[in-house]
């Protein structure tokens, strides 16, 4: 534990490079907006799942500065790929901390000056995880996974014309995904607004026939960029390399 904390000390101060990665950072923005846009009242998911993104992104995508003090951490090449994972996840875990923190600060400051604020915030939370259901849930989890890989696959991108078309090819996918999976309940007899419920919700998946095989096959994509980040970090890794 003492050498994966010394490890993320070192990351997290690794020099950056001086060019400023553009597309990585308007791709973020586009899949947090986009995300929370469609999100519905699972405003939080999104938020997760983009931040994890942007973490692995923030760590490992723009410190290719010199001297690189990660290549040369004393630790074998298995556990610098384990501590690169897990350093991700842990800047993730002190934000939502942070970010937890904070908000229960001033929820209790507003609850001191309007009592009446408890009541109305629990039902708040209440009608989220009403209108999110289980299938809303389950590709909340996948999503998070999605975006903790492809951040992971970012960083081990070093050529930046692949970086950048990879990135462009995650936003388009997931922005046709969302307007695939709404269409269903938009086209619906029950909408007679004609509004749009994106995958966080559990009205998208209600309208749809199968809606059991849509988080079958996110979960299936989730395996899959795992997979591939895994397997960009092992070349990563490579002792051969070295």
């Given at each position: 534990?003492?050498?994966f904390?010394?490890?993320?000390?070192?990351?997290?101060r690794l020099?950056?490079?001086k060019?400023?990665?553009v597309v990585p950072?308007?791709?973020?923005?586009?899949?947090?907006?986009?995300?929370?846009?469609?999100?519905?009242a699972?405003g939080?998911?999104?938020?997760i799942?983009a931040?994890?993104?942007?973490f692995g992104?923030?760590?490992f995508?723009t410190?290719?500065g010199?001297?690189n003090?990660?290549?040369?951490f004393p630790?074998?090449?298995?556990?610098?790929?384990?501590y690169r994972?897990?350093?991700?996840?842990?800047?993730?875990?002190l934000?939502?901390?942070?970010?937890f923190a904070?908000?229960?600060?001033?929820?209790l400051?507003?609850?001191?000056?309007?009592?009446?604020?408890?009541s109305?915030?629990?039902?708040?939370?209440?009608n989220?995880?009403?209108q999110?259901?289980?299938?809303?849930?389950l590709?909340?989890?996948a999503?998070?996974?999605i975006?903790y890989?492809a951040g992971m696959?970012?960083?081990?991108?070093?050529?930046r014309?692949?970086?950048?078309?990879f990135?462009?090819?995650?936003?388009?996918a997931?922005?046709?995904a969302?307007f695939f999976?709404g269409?269903?309940?938009?086209?619906?007899?029950?909408?007679?607004?004609?509004?749009?419920?994106?995958?966080?919700?559990s009205a998208?998946?209600a309208a749809?026939?199968?809606?059991?095989l849509a988080i079958?096959?996110w979960?299936?994509?989730a395996?899959?960029?795992?997979g591939?980040?895994?397997y960009?970090?092992?070349?990563h890794y490579?002792?051969?390399?070295?």
């Amino acid at each position: 534990m003492k050498k994966f904390l010394y490890y993320f000390r070192i990351v997290s101060r690794l020099p950056q490079s001086k060019s400023i990665p553009v597309v990585p950072i308007i791709s973020a923005a586009f899949i947090y907006f986009i995300s929370v846009f469609l999100s519905g009242a699972n405003g939080w998911a999104p938020i997760i799942a983009a931040s994890v993104f942007g973490f692995g992104i923030a760590l490992f995508c723009t410190c290719y500065g010199s001297p690189n003090l990660e290549a040369v951490f004393p630790v074998s090449h298995g556990k610098k790929l384990l501590y690169r994972f897990m350093s991700v996840l842990l800047m993730f875990v002190l934000f939502i901390a942070t970010l937890f923190a904070v908000s229960c600060l001033i929820f209790l400051i507003v609850c001191i000056f309007v009592p009446s604020t408890l009541s109305e915030v629990g039902s708040d939370v209440k009608n989220m995880f009403e209108q999110t259901g289980l299938y809303g849930g389950l590709f909340s989890v996948a999503y998070f996974i999605i975006l903790y890989a492809a951040g992971m696959i970012t960083g081990f991108l070093k050529r930046r014309k692949a970086r950048n078309i990879f990135l462009i090819c995650l936003c388009v996918a997931l922005f046709l995904a969302y307007f695939f999976m709404g269409l269903p309940y938009y086209n619906s007899i029950n909408n007679s607004e004609h509004t749009f419920a994106g995958p966080f919700s559990s009205a998208c998946y209600a309208a749809m026939a199968l809606p059991w095989l849509a988080i079958v096959f996110w979960f299936v994509i989730a395996a899959g960029i795992t997979g591939a980040a895994i397997y960009l970090g092992v070349k990563h890794y490579d002792p051969k390399k070295f």
